[in-house]
């Protein structure tokens, strides 16, 4: 029987860039969904990593790659990296047919750069699709609304039903379609399997470079303890001493490019906004896994466990939380960034929109830190030059708490159950 399909907040965006676009690429993680909700948008597929029909769909694609873009459209191409030439196909068949909605692709590794002849700026859209959110899995309630936030709404409540123990149930599975939708005990259990692929296969399939499976496991294990952090490599390098005695930081920073093309890990930029002083802004971008699952599956942080160590839980609590921000932002046409200045104020999230509107988030786990989080908070907004740029649309803890209000600074507190896009 097949598995009811679940919907996405990605569903919006690809109609919306099927509407605009020739072309539309999905991009993420495998097991994130991608095919799933490119299939339910699509009107015929080619799926390239059928095993019976793989090695003549490579041999038609290095003789006559159009002959794989005939069918009904939008039609979808999943998997496309495997024949790269397939890229430039499409590209040319858009150029040709001059109509919208003409192919999705799905691409679970970005291919090397020399292996495509054009960009495919004007004809392919490009989406990226992270496993599921909260509010996508059905965990949040979606009282509050992020871009109503923006929209100036201040009058906002919500009780999320989350407590502790599921949350860090949530951390541990991630919001892979297949655990979601399964059983507690095979969800747990998918995490591994997924990191456990990454480090004794997708790494070095991604170039075709064998990489040695104890030292990425050493370094997602680095990875995960600097989670949310600008680690530097030669802080990695050493953090990593313990697990591994001898590896260059030139392995390691290529053994990070690998990790970034299978879309295992995400840069969060640090956010250059305009000051009223001239206070020096640190520009490193911090480091978080795409889901926190592949952290506590690295670092074997069981449900129990990180109920255990509220440190670990607080750190990936917040690449949690960075995770479902990064998605709600996306619908909405944004970005998440990171504030840290020479006196170390800081913002966890700063989610920016293309017209420029912005607003500020501080992550924190239990009750006892938010006024110390909205304080930070209004300090950065006193630090920020409005002349030259918007004044905040909300300042926002966001926590594992249960009820979402305004305080009476204006600074709004949010459950993580209780947002959505």
Same mark, same amino acid.
């Given at each position: 029987?097949?598995?009811?399909?679940?919907?996405r907040?990605?569903?919006?965006?690809?109609?919306?860039?099927?509407?605009?676009?020739?072309?539309?690429?999905?991009?993420?993680?495998?097991?994130?969904?991608?095919?799933?909700?490119?299939?339910?948008?699509?009107?015929?597929?080619?799926?390239?990593?059928?095993?019976?029909?793989?090695?003549?769909?490579?041999?038609?694609?290095d003789?006559?790659?159009?002959?794989?873009?005939?069918?009904?459209?939008?039609?979808?191409?999943?998997?496309?990296?495997?024949a790269?030439v397939?890229?430039?196909?499409?590209?040319?068949?858009?150029?040709?047919?001059?109509?919208?909605?003409?192919?999705?692709?799905? $691409? !679970?590794? &970005?291919?090397?750069?020399?292996?495509?002849?054009h #960009?495919?700026?004007?004809? +392919? =859209?490009?989406?990226?699709? *992270?496993?599921?959110?909260?509010?996508?899995?059905?965990?949040?309630? $979606? !009282?509050? &609304?992020?871009?109503?936030?923006?929209?100036?709404n #201040?009058?906002?409540?919500? +009780? =999320?039903?989350?407590?502790? *123990?599921?949350?860090?149930?949530t951390?541990?599975?991630?919001?892979?379609?297949?655990?979601?939708?399964?059983?507690?005990?095979?969800?747990?259990?998918?995490?591994?399997?997924?990191?456990?692929?990454?480090?004794?296969?997708?790494?070095?399939?991604?170039?075709?470079?064998?990489?040695?499976?104890?030292?990425v496991?050493a370094?997602?294990?680095?990875?995960?303890?600097?989670?949310?952090?600008?680690?530097?490599?030669?802080?990695?390098?050493?953090?990593?001493?313990?697990?591994?005695?001898?590896?260059?930081?030139?392995?390691?920073?290529?053994?990070?490019?690998?990790?970034?093309?299978?879309?295992?890990?995400?840069?969060?930029?640090?956010?250059?906004?305009?000051?009223?002083?001239?206070?020096?802004?640190?520009?490193?971008?911090?480091?978080?896994?795409?889901?926190?699952?592949?952290?506590?599956?690295?670092?074997?942080?069981?449900?129990?466990?990180?109920?255990?160590?509220?440190?670990?839980?607080?750190?990936?609590?917040?690449?949690?939380c960075?995770?479902?921000l990064?998605?709600?932002?996306?619908?909405?046409?944004?970005?998440v960034?990171?504030?840290?200045?020479?006196?170390?104020?800081?913002?966890?999230?700063?989610i920016?929109?293309?017209?420029?509107?912005?607003?500020?988030?501080?992550?924190?786990?239990?009750?006892?830190?938010?006024?110390?989080?909205a304080?930070?908070?209004?300090?950065?907004?006193?630090k920020?030059?409005?002349?030259?740029?918007?004044?905040?649309?909300?300042?926002?803890?966001?926590?594992?708490?249960?009820?979402?209000?305004?305080?009476?600074?204006?600074?709004?507190?949010?459950?993580?159950?209780?947002?959505?896009?």
């Open positions: 029987m097949t598995p009811k399909y679940i919907p907040i990605t569903d919006i965006t690809l109609k919306e860039a099927l509407s605009t676009s020739g072309a539309v690429l999905i991009e993420g993680p495998k097991w994130c969904g991608k095919t799933w909700t490119a299939n339910h948008a699509a009107a015929s597929v080619l799926y390239l990593q059928d095993p019976d029909k793989t090695s003549s769909y490579l041999q038609i694609a003789t006559k790659p159009s002959l794989l873009l005939a069918g009904e459209t939008p039609r979808l191409i999943d998997e496309w990296q495997m790269p397939l890229w430039d196909a499409v590209r040319f068949s858009v150029d040709q047919r001059q109509k919208t909605g003409q192919f999705i692709l799905t $691409g !679970s590794a &970005s291919p090397q750069d020399n292996l495509v002849q #960009t495919g700026t004007g004809r +392919i =859209s490009r989406i990226f699709m *992270r496993p599921m959110s909260l509010f996508e899995s059905g965990e949040s309630d $979606g !009282s509050v &609304s992020l871009s109503s936030l923006f929209a100036g #201040t009058n906002i409540s919500g +009780i =999320s039903s989350l407590d502790i *123990r599921q949350l860090a149930f951390i541990a599975r991630g919001g892979w379609p297949a655990s979601v939708t399964g059983s507690e005990k095979t969800a747990l259990k998918r995490a591994v399997d997924y990191t456990e692929a990454v480090i004794n296969y997708d790494i070095s399939n991604v170039d075709g470079v064998e990489k040695n499976p104890m030292r496991r370094l997602l294990r680095s990875l995960a303890r600097n989670t949310g952090t600008m680690a530097t490599i030669t802080t990695i390098k050493s953090d990593m001493a313990t697990d591994e005695e001898s590896i260059s930081e030139k392995t390691i920073s290529g053994y990070i490019n690998a990790l970034k093309r299978i879309f295992v890990i995400e840069e969060q930029p640090a956010w250059s906004p305009a000051l009223r002083s001239k206070t020096a802004i640190r520009t490193s971008s911090k480091r978080h896994f795409v889901d926190p699952s592949i952290a506590a599956a690295v670092l074997r942080a069981t449900p129990k466990r990180l109920l255990e160590d509220f440190n670990t839980f607080g750190i990936l609590f917040e690449s949690l960075i995770r479902d990064r998605i709600y932002a996306s619908a909405i046409d944004g970005e960034f990171h504030y840290h200045d020479r006196n170390d104020l800081e913002a966890d999230a700063i920016q929109l293309r017209d420029g509107r912005w607003g500020a988030v501080e992550v924190k786990l239990g009750s006892r830190s938010i006024d110390e989080a304080k930070n908070l209004q300090k950065l907004q006193s920020i030059n409005a002349e030259k740029m918007y004044e905040p649309s909300f300042l926002l803890v966001l926590t594992d708490g249960e009820f979402a209000y305004r305080r009476d600074d204006g600074v709004y507190v949010v459950p993580i159950g209780c947002l959505k896009d």
